[in-house]
């Protein structure tokens, strides 16, 4: 190690190539490294769960279910519809297209869904 540390005190100029080339190896891989600030999603599902105390599983139905699923029918990007309505709660999932961005049908969703005037009261 003695030896090492010598010989780079007599031939300073290659310990700066050294580290000249080190750094330059680092740039080179950082600007080749794939960068997403946000990455793609892989899970295509968005669900809706609902609460309404007291609702028997037909209130929800018509009262809650119905009306997102009318609200969200239409929406582009939807492969995929299903509703589950119980006592108390019920749940909407969607299954979108791989082809489109989940994002995007989230934000059309929660729009469509905030647009709904008509909800029980509870």
């Given at each position: ?26 740039i080179v891989s ?93």
């Amino acid at each position: 190690m003695k030896g090492l540390v010598e010989y780079f005190v007599k031939f300073p100029i290659l310990a700066n190539i050294i580290i000249a080339i080190t750094l330059i190896g680092g740039i080179v891989s950082l600007m080749n490294t794939k960068k997403s600030y946000f990455p793609i999603r892989s899970d295509r599902n968005i669900q809706i769960a609902v609460s309404y105390p007291g609702a028997s599983p037909e209130e929800m139905e018509e009262g809650v279910t119905s009306k997102i699923e009318e609200a969200i029918y239409a929406i582009p990007g939807i492969d995929e519809l299903t509703s589950n309505s119980s006592e108390n709660s019920a749940v909407v999932s969607i299954l979108t297209l791989e082809n489109h961005d989940i994002d995007e049908i989230y934000t059309e969703v929660k729009n469509a869904i905030d647009g709904i005037s008509s909800f029980p009261a509870g």
